[in-house]
């Protein structure tokens, strides 16, 4: 904490950056990753089951509920990476500078375009040395922004006119999510769009992932530790 | 304004009795969802108002939905809502023909300006001026705005005239066009299908003429009395998707047992329209009961919707068609082979670079 004060009290980034140690991501945002990996991971199974069944099961339909099982755990993970998303945009507005990263990418900053493709660089393996980030760094930043904010946005909003299908014409969700389904034409396009948006969202899941274990071997700085208990540490004092 | 004859007045002339005109009410009451008590009122409806013309046009269409109106399953139903329209104009029922037809459509619409409904079965083709599609020697494009101009209201019959159908399935050749697209100024009831069934389209007209309103609309503009749901919602099949159990093959041992058809590609998750309610022929049948998976008819540009067989909607903008699961696969491998391949240059680099170290180079 005392470090993150410093920087709060005015010492250059440039300073701190030189530091070991930082408290990046607040209990909140970690809380919250974790929660829609569990979500998501529930979702893209339970989904990918609901689009493609599993083979037939034998008896009476009366004692069996599989299909009814699976929609459940969809809706219910549904439901709750909709309202930790929501929490996370309330987190964005009042925790640290770094609970905003995932939602506002300074695409007006010069230097955070220089950053960028220093970071393409690197994965380009053009540069030997990657830089230290605090927050994010801008590649992976943009690709949060782009993936999985839009990404989890759309699914959220046709995975719910989806469920308002369900709960019918006049319920709470119909009002809300309703007008989605005849702007993307008719209900089987939702469909269509919601199943597509899955592979969308696992590409970043991958790449994420991938990157986020390389990074940690490879980088200058900690990452997985850093989103499991706040602090970012930094592998060397050298300067950016 | 001329004297309008009540519905019971040209009830009695077609030779119908009062018995019989309350037994349609109560037909009519419970096909509407309204319940035994609105039933004397539709009937003092039909005794004492005066009955409401409806004029009927022909565009590009089949003909289908009046094939299926005529067979309401009542008989009575037919009658009774035929000898309520027909005489006005409908220019596949009606007695005239020819400029005599013409001159009664124009009669019609003269003598009940802004009281008509205008029923409209088909579309008009907009390409070439609309020549795609004549009428008495015009396009049927000029008949439409024409009687759409002084109508009370208008009925879109059908999938065609509701969302365009097969004759605007692409490449839509004629650009037809569904009747919404040319008539903006007026409230559209639309009652989409392929046909839509007999006893939706008496109930819609019926619901019109007895209460003088039109029915509550969902966002579309259908009725939501009869397209509140979807098919899949009240189907007789669903506890077997609840359970899991699908017919997996057409002539496997579930199919025979009645299993749910979603994995034969069965459109009923995605279509709204009431034949797992009211169902088909005098509430005989179903496509599903029947064996066969829902197509969709009633939905918009089901034609452009890929196959009859597939739940989803195949991805043509990716050359051969594909769909999204195979896209996905496709995809996520490529991502998949990326970043192994990054992985192992990684690796390498990570290998060389320690041992130029080790060799004492300076990094930069
Ligand atoms: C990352 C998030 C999500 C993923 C990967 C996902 C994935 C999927 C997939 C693959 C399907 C099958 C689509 C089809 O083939 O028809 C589906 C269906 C569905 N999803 Fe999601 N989904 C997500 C989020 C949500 C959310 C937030 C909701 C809201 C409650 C939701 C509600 C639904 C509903 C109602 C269906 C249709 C179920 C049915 O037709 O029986 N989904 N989802
Ligand atoms: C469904 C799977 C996942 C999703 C949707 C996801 C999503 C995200 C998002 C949106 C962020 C940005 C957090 C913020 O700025 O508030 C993030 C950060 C992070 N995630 Fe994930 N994540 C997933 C799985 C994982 C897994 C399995 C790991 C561990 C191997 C991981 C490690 C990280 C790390 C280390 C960061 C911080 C990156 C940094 O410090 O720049 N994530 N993740
Ligand atoms: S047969 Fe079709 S409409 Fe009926 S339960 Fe199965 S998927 Fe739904
Ligand atoms: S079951 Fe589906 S395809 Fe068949 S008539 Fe009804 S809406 Fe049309």
Known sequence: MALEKQLELGDSEEKVRKQVAVYVYEAPVRLWHWVTVLCILTLSITGYFIGSPLPSVPGEASDNFLMGYIRFAHFSAGYILAVAFIGRIYWALVGNHHSRELFIVPVWSGKWWAELWHEVRWYLFMVKTPKKYIGHNPLGQLAMFSFFVIGNTFMILTGFALYSEGLGSGSWADQLFGWIIPLFGQSQDVHTWHHLGMWYIIIFVMTHVYVAVREDIMSRQSLISTMVGGWRMFKDDKPD | ?364
């Open chain 2, 1 to 364: 304004m001329a004297q309008i004859e009540t519905f019971y007045g040209v009830m009695r002339r077609q030779g119908i009795t009062r018995r019989s005109l309350l037994k349609y009410s109560s037909l009519t009451a419970a096909a509407l969802g309204l319940g035994p008590t609105f039933a004397p009122k539709i009937a003092h409806a039909m005794e004492t108002k005066p009955r409401t013309p409806v004029v009927w046009l022909h565009g590009l269409e089949c003909t289908c939905c009046s094939e299926s109106f005529i067979r309401s399953a009542h008989p009575l139903v037919k009658d009774v809502v035929l000898s309520m329209i027909s005489l006005d104009y409908d220019d596949t029922l009606m007695a005239a023909a020819g400029h005599q037809a013409e001159a009664a459509l124009e009669h019609t619409l003269e003598k009940y300006k802004g009281e008509y409904i205008l029923a409209v079965e088909g579309n008009p083709p907009l390409n070439e001026d609309g020549m795609f599609c004549i009428v008495g020697g015009k396009p049927f494009l000029d008949q439409l705005k024409r009687a759409a101009k002084d109508a009370k209201a208008v009925i879109a019959w059908g999938s065609c005239a509701s969302w365009g159908c097969v004759q605007a399935a692409r490449p839509n050749p004629t650009q037809a066009v569904p009747i919404h697209k040319v008539i903006t100024d007026k409230p559209i009831i639309k009652v989409p299908g392929c046909p839509p069934i007999a006893e939706v389209m008496t109930g819609v007209i019926t619901y019109m003429l007895t209460f003088g309103k039109i029915p509550e609309l969902d966002r579309q503009g259908r009725p939501k009395m009869f397209y509140g749901q979807r098919i899949h919602d009240k189907c007789y099949r669903r506890p077997h998707f609840d359970a899991g159990q699908f017919v997996e093959h057409w002539d496997d041992e579930n199919a025979r047992k009645g299993y749910c058809l979603y994995k034969v590609g069965c459109k009923g998750p995605t279509t709204y329209n009431a034949c797992s309610t009211v169902r088909w022929n005098e509430g005989t049948s179903f496509p599903i009961q029947a064996g066969h998976g829902c197509i969709g008819c009633s939905e918009d540009g089901f034609w452009d919707k890929g196959s009859f067989y597939d739940r989803l909607t195949n991805i043509k903008q990716f050359g051969i068609e594909q769909n999204a699961d195979e896209i996905g696969t496709a995809v996520a491998g490529g991502v998949g082979a990326a970043i192994a391949a990054h992985a192992a240059v990684s690796v390498i680099k990570r290998v060389t670079s320690t041992s130029n170290k080790e060799h004492g180079e300076q990094e930069s």
